[in-house]
């Protein structure tokens, strides 16, 4: 099994991912033989390139002049994957801590189902400060909710989970055609996992478990209002493309619970305001 990993950075340097240095930490003469992992560090639009603070074999480092989002960085890695005949890609964001037996006991848990092509995504349990937010039951109008913590294995019904994490069969990603350029950062994960849900096919949850900043888990500490914003843009988007008349409906007043909810306890009390002016300029049924 060959896998190609990709670590996308925003702006920061890796000596402050939490991510780069899991890697850097991690024994990779350890990985079971067959199970080979080679990672792509790719810097989205840092002013200055960085340099490894060590060499490493499996690791290298790719830098752009600007940020082209989400789909650029997975579909380079994508592309490498392909051309070096790799299996699996393997999404990483820069602030999620590894475990140090991380790829050993991935190894463990996909090369059971290494050939069945009906199994195309693998995921962690991933959690934020003790909370266990990913991956979730995807219910009517866009609800998510966390699976039974308890779980492991195929899940039967509609998953979503976070990117960070997310293991995927490269040939299904090529079956799609790669990831949509619609989602330049927020919802990529939620159209992914819609594809998944929508031909068919199944993600396998398995037992290891990742700690990740996600933030909106604290929107006073990770977010700012142009960051929110950008979030409510993309959210939806993907509700208008995906979902029903109804369920739009049903999105609409979930936003104005949120807004009284980000009211009562954000610091940040703009962060309501943003979500309610956002309420009467939803756009109409018209598919972007």
């Not at 350890?30 to 499996?58: A, T, W």
């Not at 899940?155 to 090529?174: G, H, N």
Request: glycine content about 2%; proline content about 3%.
């Amino acid at each position: 099994m060959n896998v190609v990993a990709v670590v996308v950075l925003y702006n920061c340097l890796m000596n402050k991912s939490n991510t780069v240095q899991s890697l850097l930490a991690m024994p990779f003469n350890r990985i079971p033989k067959g199970f080979n992992v080679n990672v792509i560090i790719y810097d989205n639009g840092l002013d200055c390139p960085q340099e490894l603070m060590s060499s490493h074999d499996h690791i290298r480092y790719f830098a752009t002049s600007v940020n082209e989002g989400l789909p650029a960085a997975y579909n380079y890695a994508l592309k490498e994957a392909w051309e070096t005949n790799a299996e699996w890609l393997l999404l990483l964001d820069q602030d999620t801590k590894l475990p140090v037996n991380y790829f050993e006991n991935l190894y463990e848990v996909v090369a059971p189902h290494a050939t069945d092509s009906n199994v195309v995504a693998a995921v962690p349990k991933m959690h934020y400060q003790d909370v266990f937010f990913s991956p979730s039951k995807v219910l009517y109008a866009g609800i998510m909710r966390p699976i039974d913590r308890v779980f492991s294995g195929i899940y039967p019904k509609e998953l979503f989970a976070i990117a960070s994490c997310s293991l995927l069969r490269v040939d299904f990603l090529r079956e799609i055609g790669g990831f949509s350029e619609d989602y330049w950062l927020d919802c990529l994960d939620r159209w992914l996992y819609k594809k998944v849900h929508t031909l068919k096919r199944r993600v396998l949850v398995t037992d290891i478990v990742v700690e990740h900043e996600l933030s909106v888990m604290n929107f006073d500490k990770f977010i700012n209002e142009a960051r929110y914003e950008n979030i409510l843009k993309y959210e939806s988007k993907f509700m208008i493309n995906h979902c029903s008349f109804f369920e739009n409906i049903i999105f609409r007043l979930r936003l104005c619970l949120r807004s009284i909810k980000l009211y009562l306890d954000s610091e940040n009390k703009n962060f309501a305001l943003i979500t309610a002016k956002h309420i009467f300029s939803f756009s109409s049924r018209k598919k972007a």
